[in-house]
């Protein structure tokens, strides 16, 4: 029941080129830090993850992504990095775009065993007409679009197949976890990660915080141990590296 890999490093080397990730977070609130920066020096390309963003440039899948490790995203928001935009405008990254709470209900879906669910959300749109540009061209034309999606009505009103999404692997990130694997998230942090921890196969958590089995109160446990193979803990220094895009402050 010992989870515990002390070393990033470690917990990354099984990761194969090609693999599929889901990676929690949400911009750089709550991101895997560590564990993306493992990945980078462990050398894994061709990946296809699934993640609500894609870092900035130079800051969590950034690296990877400026790297030309990342082959394909599925995410909702592309607007934080530079990088991305030009890969995938280029041609050079296939990008599945879908509304967020869609893509979050995918995840869970995915991790509940649930294959595909309806939604109103993205009905009278190429969400369910097809036609969004999922790869583009090297002249500028559409490569690869999506598909028209089924559509059913419900009480009246249309609704979209959404099929649930599972990945080879997960990287996310909690505020404490135990040995067994045991997490709980803090403020924002809650956002992705429990998601994206259901939905992969191989769950890898880094955690702030690593505590003994029966530390952690079980009505407050967010996600049980159950969704994770691997707990990563984090140095003082790592735990403390947290960024933000922009910062502002009160006049």
């Not at 992969?200 to 505590?211: K, N, Y």
């Amino acid at each position: 029941m010992d989870k515990v890999i002390h070393h990033a490093a470690d917990a990354v080397a099984g990761i194969p080129d090609g693999a599929s990730l889901a990676v929690g977070g949400f911009g750089l609130s709550g991101i895997p830090e560590t564990l993306i920066r493992a990945l980078h020096a462990q050398g894994a390309t061709g990946l296809r993850v699934v993640s609500n963003n894609c870092g900035v440039d130079g800051r969590g899948l950034g690296i990877l992504l400026s790297a030309g490790r990342i082959a394909r995203v599925t995410g909702s928001y592309v607007g934080e990095n530079k990088e991305f935009a030009r890969q995938y405008l280029g041609g050079e990254l296939e990008v599945e775009l879908v509304p967020q709470g869609t893509l979050a209900e995918r995840l869970r879906a995915g991790g509940c065993g649930i294959p595909a669910f309806y939604t109103p959300a993205g009905v009278g749109t190429q969400v369910a007409d097809g036609g969004l540009p999922w790869r583009y061209a090297p002249d500028g034309g559409v490569a690869v679009a999506s598909p028209a999606k089924e559509t059913r009505e419900y009480d009246g009103r249309p609704h979209v197949l959404e099929q649930g999404i599972t990945t080879d692997f997960a990287l996310v990130r909690a505020w404490r976890g135990d040995r067994h694997g045991n997490l709980v998230f803090r403020r924002a942090s809650a956002n992705f990660n429990p998601l994206a921890a259901m939905a992969g196969r191989l769950t890898i958590a880094e955690v702030e915080e690593l505590v003994e089995p029966g530390a952690l109160d079980p009505d407050r446990v967010h996600l049980p141990g159950v969704f994770v193979q691997h707990v990563v803990p984090l140095t003082p220094a790592q735990a403390a590296d947290k960024q933000i895009e922009k910062r502002t402050v009160r006049g």
